[in-house]
């Protein structure tokens, strides 16, 4: 029997090829004798590089580049230069897990670093770069990307406007005149799942600038920040990209990317599972298991575990999900391809013992779902 273990990371906790090698050896207790592929997949969020460097073997980059808040910090990427290809992680450089609780501030967060990264796969090179924008920690639209990238934002004065989203109402002008030359050579497309647009009710800074630790008071003062610079960019581009579908998402860097790259938007998981060939690893699967860290009705939303469910009915393979927490409406799932979900808590704990506990959690749980498969199947 054969079994594809896909399983995203359990955020702030493990690895999604931590997660994988657990259930196998779970598994393996059980059935020492199965053929157990581990797959570690991503929807674009942190990790995303990890998974795609485990199944395609590339260069693994390392560079000092700046941090949300300009400070210097290590940033991870991949280059494939039989292609001429890099894949960037937007949270390696510009992400939550750069920052402590009490450093998160969307108001002056900025994705320079992002832009920095770009700005060495040119000097590889690179003709093509694929950017995962989950995990972000800004809200800035983009605009420190740009300016790393040699975009100049001037304030009435002349002078360059300060980094973050809040700034961002300052903008009088746009200077594009040192523009990086490599950009419009430069195919990009960009993993992401959010439809949401730049501003107002749905948009980037009302709907996930409170996860990067935004108050009310600065969710009002962002989105009109954003919506300010929307309007002279569309002043000097002729283009309104206010509402673009996919705009709002990583804190508005979908704006920058649509409108300074001319990026094509692909789902995170689905680019994930295209690139590292899942395809191939289920389609003579009897089983596939996959997870993430909480499951919830929010997972149909392009989170890993659904993604991976889809492409496994494909095949007529069964799905089973494993979770750190089974969330609200988490039957909902059901629809989307996943035949079954499991908790791997089996009695009362803190968070600090789950994550401490992780990992034989997995392991146990595993071996739980083995023992229910032998009966279901007579295996």
């Known amino acids: 029997m054969k079994v594809v273990i896909a399983p995203d990371s359990f955020k702030e906790c493990l690895a999604a090829l931590d997660v ?54 290590k940033a991870h990427w991949a280059w494939y230069p039989e292609t001429n290809t890099a894949i960037i992680e937007m949270a390696e450089a510009s992400g939550l897990q750069c920052l402590s609780l009490a450093d998160r501030d969307p108001m002056i967060t900025s994705s320079y670093g992002t832009g920095e990264l770009i700005v060495k796969a040119f000097a590889k090179g690179a003709q093509i770069i694929i950017l995962t924008l989950g995990g972000r920690a800004t809200n800035d639209a983009g605009a420190g990307m740009m300016t790393a990238l040699g975009l100049k934002l001037l304030d009435q004065n002349g002078e360059p406007v300060t980094a973050g ?14 523009l990086h030359p490599q950009i419009a050579k430069t195919k990009f497309i960009i993993a992401n799942d959010v439809t949401n647009p730049l501003c107002g009710k749905k948009g980037a800074s009302a709907i996930y600038g409170p996860q990067k630790g935004a108050t009310e008071q600065q969710v009002i003062i962002l989105d009109a920040a954003l919506s300010h610079f929307a309007t002279i960019c569309q002043n000097k581009y002729f ?33 994930i599972a295209e690139l590292t060939q899942l395809d ?32 496994a009915k494909q095949y007529n393979i069964p799905v089973i999900a494993k979770t750190g ?19 791997l808590i089996s009695s009362p704990m803190s968070l600090a013992d789950c994550k401490f506990q992780a990992n034989n959690l997995l392991m146990k749980c595993a071996s739980d779902i083995a023992r229910l498969w032998r009966i279901a199947t007579n295996y």
């Not at 942190?46 to 260069?59: F, H």
């Not at 989203?165 to 040192?178: F, K, M, N, P």
């Not at 009897?286 to 659904?306: A, F, H, R």
């Not at 927490?325 to 908790?343: C, K």
């Open 280 to 311: 191939k690893q289920i389609a003579n699967a009897n089983l596939v298991i996959t997870g993430e860290g909480k499951i919830d009705k929010q997972s149909i939303m392009g989170k890993t575990p659904i993604g991976v469910a889809k492409l």
């Open 20 to 73: 994988a090698t657990a259930i196998a050896k779970g598994w393996k207790d059980i059935f020492p004798n199965d053929e157990i592929v581990c797959h570690p997949m991503a929807d674009g969020g942190e990790g995303s590089i990890n998974s795609i460097l485990y199944a395609l073997k590339g260069e693994f980059c390392t560079d000092i580049v700046s941090d949300p808040l300009g400070r210097p910090i």
């Open 325 to 343: 927490m089974l969330g609200e409406d988490y039957q909902v799932n059901y629809t989307q391809g996943i035949d079954v979900a499991f908790s």
């Open 165 to 178: 989203g809040a700034a961002l109402r300052q903008v009088v002008t746009i200077d594009d005149s040192a």
């Open 239 to 271: 283009r309104d990209e206010h509402n673009l579908e996919g705009a709002g998402a990583a804190g508005g860097m979908g704006f920058a990317a649509k409108l300074f790259f001319n990026a094509s938007f692909k789902s995170g998981v689905e680019l």
